[in-house]
Structure formats: structure tokens, C-alpha cells
């Protein structure tokens, strides 16, 4: 599962921006899902409690935000959502888009022209938007 390792690289971030940053104690993160990722909220709020223990984030509150997946396309200009096209995914293509997103131009085409040339806008990968802190670190 790559949510542990999500989780171990989203914790580590934080302790040490607050660590180099004199600060003490972190309050509260707020972490951003892209809903490409498909990442399984649960298991990564359950892995940064686990990971956060005995640390500085012990007490931190988990804020979760997932971000729609948006595409361009370069052919025609077109803007179009993943959640208008998922329906048509099986468990097999969710998974494999899941683990390696990259893969996503081989099961999507443009819907208006059916172009596979198409940007990914938003809505891929991971990342820590906000990390909330307070302290000196003296």
C-alpha cells in the first residue's frame, strides 16, 4: 500500500518545515488528494496517526482535500472532468491508473474529438498544502 509510504513522506515534510522553521509543535495539516491518485483516504489518515506519534505532530489535526481531476485536451481546446468518464472504467483500469496516473492517456481520449493528446490540469498526486504551527523550538 502507497499510502504509507504517502504518509512517511507527508509527516517527514512537516516535522522538519516546523523543525527548521523554530517551531515546536504542528497543530494541523491539511493535505490535498488528487482524485487521479485515488487514494484511499482512510488507510493515509490512519498511517500519518500512527507515524505522527511520539513526534511534534502528535496532536495534529488531518485535513483532507480531494481535487477533481480536470483534462485538456491539445487537439480541440476541450476541458473535461474525470468523474464525466469514470463510470466507464473498470476495477482493473482504477487500479492501474491508481498506482502509475501517467497511464490514465491510455484509457481516456477526448471526449469531443477523441484526441489521447490531453494534459492533466489538476487533480494528480499528493501534496501538503498547509502545515498550522506554534512554538519557539527552544
Not at 494541523?28 to 488528494?33: G, M
Not at 493515509?44 to 481535487?67: N, P, Q, S, Y
Request: proline letters at 1%; glycine letters at 8%.
Amino acid at each position: 500500500m502507497h499510502e504509507w509510504a504517502l504518509a512517511d513522506g507527508i509527516v517527514r515534510t512537516a516535522i522538519d518545515f516546523a523543525q527548521q522553521n523554530g517551531k515546536d509543535k504542528i497543530l494541523a495539516l491539511k493535505i490535498v488528494l488528487g482524485e487521479l491518485q485515488d487514494i484511499d483516504e482512510g488507510i493515509l489518515k490512519f498511517a500519518i496517526g500512527e507515524l505522527v506519534k511520539g513526534t511534534i505532530a502528535e496532536d495534529a489535526e488531518i485535513e483532507f482535500e480531494v481535487e477533481d481531476a480536470e483534462f485538456k485536451c491539445r487537439n480541440c481546446g476541450n476541458l473535461w472532468k474525470l468523474k464525466e468518464v469514470k463510470e466507464s472504467f473498470d476495477d482493473r483500469i482504477k487500479e492501474d491508473i491508481h498506482f502509475i496516473p501517467e497511464v490514465v492517456h491510455a484509457f481516456l481520449a477526448c471526449p469531443e474529438c477523441g484526441s489521447r493528446d490531453f494534459e492533466v490540469i489538476k487533480g494528480r498526486g499528493v501534496y501538503l498544502a498547509a502545515i498550522k504551527v506554534e512554538g519557539d523550538g527552544e
